[in-house]
């Protein structure tokens, strides 16, 4: 370094010695001159060394200090200095938001990995201890017990396989790797359509579910199999938070060029400390407030993947809740060039579920006219 700044020192002074000789009249005698040149160069040398040593001392011991972090506690950080030069100062704090994300970063990961370690440990606690049984027992186990204990090894290797499923999913979107497939034009009704036929078998019939649909098509570019699954999800949790009695809403609608579904349940409601947390991996509300007994137990991996499926076909996801009153989930996605070519306002338009639908094709009679979209949606939009 000292020996660039001399170099760099001595270069100009010989061209501006050169300038000035020839304008003075000619080169005569410059060249016995040009041999003070020479002493000069070790001079320079030596007071750009200590000027060098000088502007390195901050530097070294920044340097000394990010050795020291090899063998430091992640969270401790490099002290700053009010009298420390600007330029090392900031790199200081730049180390140290550095680590501030290196330490988040780990904290998160560690937590991740003691929760999945928690949820494998639960259903293989359980398949181990009825494995030991059976076992034990041998021929002479009673048959009640025999099929109690292979129907509950069969659950729990089921709810092992989704959990190692959704776990893959969350690695390979934080691995950066897509987590849709191949994307295609569809309409909104037919995912929501599949979504019922599914959720109408399961849901008791204590619950009421009812989906109000756009009668006009609403195109997405998406991946149908992704979406579905998100409204699964969605749907799914809110029946387990309802209880006898009560109704879950689904709607879907179209404005401003979005894709409006709602998900929409009379049930207990999400307090708002968990309405903060309720989209963290492996991060369920409590338990006694949900019908799981009736469903299962989840992973508390759902929300994460569905916020992540959402997030990667553009959209986005919200939560409103009121504990006691019921939650709304909305779901936006941008409407594919499709439905914008093909959706016409209808004076008369509406909504009609997938139900009645299937009512007309199977009378063959025309329905009676239905109420506006906007007036059904309206009326879901008002369910709690």
């Not at 979005?258 to 309405?275: F, H, K």
């Amino acid at each position: 370094m000292a020996l660039v700044m001399s170099i760099s020192g001595i270069i100009p002074i010989a061209i501006c010695h050169i300038i000035v000789a020839n304008a003075l009249g000619g080169m005569s005698g410059n060249l016995l001159e040009a041999f003070f040149y020479i002493p000069l160069l070790p001079v320079l040398f030596l007071v750009n060394w200590l000027l060098a040593g000088v502007m390195l001392v901050p530097i070294n011991q920044l340097l000394q200090a990010t050795e020291k972090l090899v063998n430091m506690d992640i969270r401790q950080r490099l002290e700053t200095d009010p009298t420390e030069p600007t330029e090392t100062s900031e790199l200081r704090k730049s180390f140290n938001r550095l680590l501030n994300r290196l330490e988040e970063s780990l904290n998160i990961q560690c937590q991740f990995v003691a929760d999945a370690s928690h949820e494998l440990r639960t259903p293989l606690t359980s398949i181990q201890g009825y494995t030991k049984l059976l076992l034990r027992r041998g021929q002479s186990i009673d048959a009640n017990l025999l099929a109690e204990a292979l129907q509950t090894i069969s659950d729990e290797s089921g709810r092992l396989i989704r959990l190692v499923s959704d776990l893959l999913q969350l690695a390979r979107a934080d691995a950066g790797q897509a987590v849709i497939n191949q994307q295609e034009i569809i309409d909104m009704r037919d995912v929501l359509g599949s979504v019922e036929d599914t959720v109408t078998v399961i849901a008791p019939e204590q619950i009421e579910i009812q989906f109000i649909l756009s009668q006009t098509p609403i195109y997405v570019f998406a991946d149908g199999d992704r979406l579905k699954q998100v409204f699964l999800n969605l749907t799914n949790n809110a029946i387990k938070a309802t209880q006898a009695g009560g109704k879950v809403t689904v709607t879907l609608r179209s404005t401003n060029g979005q894709a409006i579904i709602r998900v929409i349940d009379t049930g207990i409601g999400i307090a708002p400390a968990d309405q903060q947390r309720i989209f963290n991996r492996f991060y369920r509300v409590e338990r006694s407030r949900t019908r799981s007994r009736l469903y299962g137990g989840g992973t508390g991996l759902g929300l994460a993947i569905a916020l992540t499926i959402i997030k990667a076909h553009k959209g986005t996801i919200e939560l409103e809740s009121e504990l006691n009153k019921g939650s709304t989930f909305t779901v936006r996605l941008p409407i594919g060039e499709k439905s914008e070519k093909l959706q016409q306002p209808a004076a008369a338009g509406g909504s009609t579920t997938i139900s009645e639908r299937a009512k007309e094709m199977a009378s063959g009679e025309p329905m009676r006219s239905p109420e506006s979209d906007s007036q059904l949606t309206g009326t879901a939009d008002g369910v709690k």
